[in-house]
């Protein structure tokens, strides 16, 4: 599908096999991509916020500079996606399969991440103390940026994963260059 720039904004592609697509710049607000298969598709710059990505399948997708405000991303696979810049505000994750994907200035403020699966993930992201990390598992490599009242403060390797682990996550931060 070619929807570079257009407004889709409420449809219904749940399920659908869109696989090679092209997003780019598109407005997807609250569009309907449960379970839908969207391999290597392209939706950098698109607007996703309160979409609904329910155990979709996002490999190799670019969502750089995508915004996914309160967006459901829940059991989705995101396995080598491309997020860099993306606006994930308040966007929930629970169960989430990040293996192998770029993670670089998301923004994870207020988000759920909770029972979420990383796996060799670049995690330059940023977190508050809203975001929920719970049975979360696996690794990443920080650093993060924690966003706190009147400032933020950048986390890395021990101070990283016990802050990790104090939110009941089990994810190792892997220090050093791969």
Known sequence: MDAVGRDLSGADLSGGDWSESWFTG?????VNLAGAELYRSDAQGADLSGADLTGASLVRVNLDDAILRHATLDRADLVK?????????????RGTRFMGASLLEVDFRCADLRDSVFDQNSFKVII???????GASGSVLGPVVLAEEGGSRELSGPE???WLRERGGCVQVVTGSR
């Not at 508050?128 to 719970?134: F, M």
């Open 128 to 134: 508050d103390r809203r975001t929920r990390l719970s």
């Open 26 to 30: 598109a407005d997807l607000r609250n």
């Open 81 to 93: 996606a491309s997020l860099f810049g993306v606006d994930a505000f308040g966007a929930s994750c």
């Open 160 to 162: 990283l994963q016990e």
